[in-house]
């Protein structure tokens, strides 16, 4: 997709190097050179990764925010399972530090302000 014109510039099944190939074939069949793309924005497949950097290798990889968060969160769930066997007050709070702070309600906002006091000072 070009981000500037919102234009699908191409489309296809797959994720891997051969995506890439077809792709750099496709634009060069358009008159477009590789140079042109600048960057990709994409999951964290490592072998989409390493086409992108054999068919593209000037261009920057962006990972997206979906995939992004969805590692962060597993982390923050990883470690708030193996903190609460030691503190058993974060047991049920798993919303309290994943939801946006001001989307909590009050009682919310108050139980998220112990749990840090408690926890983190």
Same mark, same amino acid.
Request: proline fraction near 0%.
């Given at each position: 997709m070009d981000v500037d014109t919102k234009t699908v510039l191409f489309a296809t099944e797959g994720k891997g /190097?051969?995506?890439l190939t077809r792709f750099k %074939?496709?634009?060069h069949d358009k #008159?477009? &050179?590789t140079a042109q793309i600048k960057e990709f924005c994409c999951d964290m497949? =490592? =072998?989409f990764i390493s086409g992108i950097a054999e068919q593209f290798p000037k261009a920057e990889v962006t990972f997206d925010k979906f995939?992004?968060?969805m590692m962060v969160n597993e982390a923050v769930n990883d470690v708030r399972k193996a &903190? %609460? /066997?030691e503190a058993p007050q974060l047991k049920r709070a798993k919303y309290l530090w994943l939801k946006n702070e001001t989307n909590l309600k009050e009682k919310q906002k108050e &139980?998220? %302000? #112990?749990l840090k006091e408690v926890l983190l000072f």
């Open positions: /190097k051969d995506t %074939q496709h634009i #008159g477009v &050179e497949s =490592a =072998a995939h992004v968060m &903190e %609460q /066997k &139980e998220l %302000q #112990g």
